[in-house]
């Protein structure tokens, strides 16, 4: 299952803002070991009290975290409980949600590529560990590497770790499920299952937010429209850059068994080449 950490051990720090029916905070945790105490950066997450029948749902998604451990999957610590708080503890991931990294800074296209590949590999690492996650979206993406711009070329690729997928549909109410729309899988939303295609179209939808600077798909639908979305099978504004556009058509594709397997997306994405107009550019050669 997890670890359950002493909530002694643990110190707080700044508020953060909130997740999903969570507050976050900065903190850190204190390990004993022989006679050394050590701290470590952990961001902890805890669970809105109104929200706290759904305790059950919340720690799962903490030990389906622990439980599986990739290069681009977020590290949780454990889990604590005190009062009526129940608390997730992870890694502290040091450039936070990607969702809000894009809306604050200008990125190139090859960065926002490299982030796309990272994301399929860790695609296709839970396809084939047959795990669903059932909540890819680029609020919880977190970017621990490759966030300040200014930094030398090596320390400024991305490096993201993909969050845990919070609250299961299942414990979520319709209405909080509609506004999952384009996030969500049509199929998910007519029998609140996930099934192993759901996160393809969910891939399908983050790319859009990466590659649109993090603008949120769908905003100004109320859930009675974006249900009438999903209704008229309709699709998402589509990129300029075509070859991109064409993948996340094929990720969003309302018949779930069409859309490509993690390997074909993955060959996708290296088979793309960042548009020239972005290169020269960059190397100045093409007046602004
Ligand atoms: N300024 C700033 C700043 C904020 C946060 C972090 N670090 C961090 N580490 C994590 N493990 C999870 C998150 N996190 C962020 N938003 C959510 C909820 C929506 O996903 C989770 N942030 C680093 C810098």
């Not at 903190?27 to 006679?35: E, I, M, P, S, W």
């Not at 990466?210 to 009675?224: A, M, S, V, W, Y």
Request: hydrophobic share 35%; proline share 4%; glycine share 6%.
């Amino acid at each position: 299952q997890f670890h359950m950490i002493k909530h002694e051990d643990l110190i707080w720090k700044e508020s953060l803002g909130q997740g999903s029916f969570t507050q976050i905070y900065r903190g850190g945790k204190v390990d004993r070991q022989d006679g050394e105490t050590h701290t470590t950066d952990v961001l902890l997450k805890v669970l809105d009290v109104e929200h706290k029948n759904s305790w059950e749902s919340f720690f799962e998604a903490a030990s389906f975290m622990s439980q599986i451990s990739h290069t681009h999957l977020l590290m949780v610590y454990g889990v604590s409980v005190h009062k009526s708080k129940n608390i997730m503890v992870q890694e502290f991931v040091k450039y936070g949600a990607l969702d809000l990294y894009l809306k604050r800074s200008s990125v190139s296209l090859s960065w926002k590529l490299d982030v796309a590949k990272q994301l399929a590999c860790t695609l296709n690492f839970l396809e084939e560990k047959n795990i669903v996650h059932g909540n890819i979206c680029a609020k919880n993406l977190l970017l621990a590497r490759g966030g300040d711009p200014n930094s030398e070329n090596s320390e400024n690729s991305p490096f993201i770790k993909l969050s845990d997928p919070g609250i299961s549909m299942a414990m979520l109410g319709k209405e909080v499920v509609l506004d999952r729309i384009p996030w969500v899988a049509p199929e998910v939303l007519e029998k609140l299952e996930l099934g192993q295609q759901c996160d393809k179209w969910s891939f399908g939808t983050t790319l859009w937010e990466i590659f649109n600077g993090g603008e949120i798909p769908l905003q100004r639908l109320d859930p009675k429209q974006k249900q009438r979305f999903y209704d008229q099978r309709s699709q998402l504004p589509c990129l300029e850059w075509a070859e991109l556009a064409d993948l996340i058509s094929q990720c969003m594709q309302y018949q779930a068994e069409l859309r490509p397997s993690s390997r074909s997306i993955i060959r996708h994405l290296n088979g793309l080449i960042t548009p020239d107009y972005e290169v020269l550019h960059a190397s100045g050669s093409v007046p602004e």
